[in-house]
Structure formats: structure tokens, C-alpha cells
């Protein structure tokens, strides 16, 4: 009985050792780099790896909860101390980005979000856009903002930047065009 009690506590411990270095190494190297990295950061054999995560869809659904509630506690803080809206989607989006340039989980599941809407590596994305969508509402409601921009229009932006960070033969100064587009239509008037 004792045995299978320290088999148990072992198997946490390596699911424990697996997460953390699989969030070091997919911060370090993306979320592509390999499995053997990780299992050797932690420790652990490639057979131990695999015996708790088939594939690397498991384990990144495993520890997307983690990513996307990390984030969300960053972006809240990030606007909590905002009183204005435009302010606050102003905030929202800077620290998104921020977010995205250095969480490759976070994007990669941002990215996939437009690819495959149902995939568990996305739950949790909306209750993170959410925050922005209820900012750009707030702007809406107060008259700070056009209403030409859309909800769609604030996802497509973030979407365009996981796509740029994502894609190594993206154009130079790319960043730059997304930035205008957000300073563009942070400046719209009201109609």
C-alpha cells in the first residue's frame, strides 16, 4: 500500500517537474520545441514525458489553464488603476501584445482562435478577450470611441500580431503597421 502511495507522489512530482520546465523551455524556444528538451529539463526520461502526455496537444492543454489565467491576472492588473476606457483599451491591447512577444502559449492559442475556434488549446481566450470587448463597450457607450470599431475589429488586431510573431519570413516593421492601425482606431471620432 505504501508503494503505490509513493508511485502516486512520484507521478505528481514528475507531472509537477513536466509542467514547469515545459512552460521554461516553450517560453525559451516556442511552443514547437522539442519534447526531449523538456523531459531532460525536468529531469524526467522522454518515456515519462510520454506516458503522462501522449502528445504535445496534451500537454499543452494541460498547461494552457495556467498560461491564460497568468495573462488574464497581468491584463487585469495592467487596467485596473484605468478610469478611462479608451485609457484602459489603450492598455489592454499594449499589454496583450506584451503578453504575446513573450508567451508563446498565450499566442499560439491566440493564433489558433481564427483557425480552430473548438480547440481546448483555446478555452479560456475568451474569457481573456472578453476584458478588452467590455473596454471597447465602455468606450462605445461613453462616446470615446467610433462605433465603425468592432469587437471583430480588436481581435483581428491581436490576431494579426500572433500572426506576425509566428511567421518568420513576416515583413520588416510589421509591428510598426499594426501599431498605426491601433493608433488609428483609438483615434477615430465619435460620429
Given at each position: 500500500m505504501a508503494r503505490t502511495a509513493n508511485s502516486r507522489k512520484d507521478a505528481r512530482g514528475n507531472t509537477a517537474k513536466l509542467h514547469s520546465a515545459a512552460l521554461a523551455v516553450f517560453a525559451r524556444?516556442?511552443?514547437?520545441?522539442?519534447l526531449e528538451v523538456i523531459a531532460k529539463e525536468a529531469g524526467v526520461s522522454i518515456g515519462t514525458l510520454y506516458n503522462r502526455y501522449a502528445t504535445r496537444e496534451?500537454?499543452?492543454?494541460?498547461?494552457?489553464?495556467?498560461?491564460?489565467?497568468?495573462?488574464?491576472?497581468?491584463?487585469?492588473?495592467?487596467i485596473e488603476n484605468s478610469t478611462d476606457p479608451k485609457e484602459g483599451l489603450e492598455l489592454f491591447?499594449?499589454?496583450?501584445?506584451?503578453?504575446q512577444r513573450t508567451d508563446s502559449m498565450l499566442n499560439a492559442a491566440l493564433h489558433a482562435l481564427s483557425v480552430t475556434p473548438d480547440s481546448t488549446n483555446t478555452e479560456g481566450c475568451d474569457e481573456l478577450l472578453e476584458i478588452g470587448y467590455q473596454l471597447l463597450d465602455q468606450c462605445h457607450a461613453t462616446g470615446v470611441l467610433s462605433a465603425d470599431f468592432r469587437r471583430q475589429d480588436l481581435f483581428n488586431i491581436l490576431w494579426l500580431f500572433s500572426k506576425g510573431i509566428c511567421d518568420r519570413n513576416a515583413p520588416s516593421d510589421w509591428e510598426r503597421t499594426v501599431q498605426l492601425m491601433?493608433?488609428?482606431?483609438l483615434a477615430q471620432q465619435p460620429a
Open positions: 524556444l516556442g511552443v514547437n520545441a522539442p496534451e500537454l499543452l492543454e494541460a498547461l494552457m489553464p495556467d498560461a491564460i489565467a497568468q495573462a488574464t491576472s497581468t491584463l487585469t492588473a495592467a491591447l499594449n499589454t496583450m501584445m506584451d503578453l491601433i493608433t488609428s482606431a
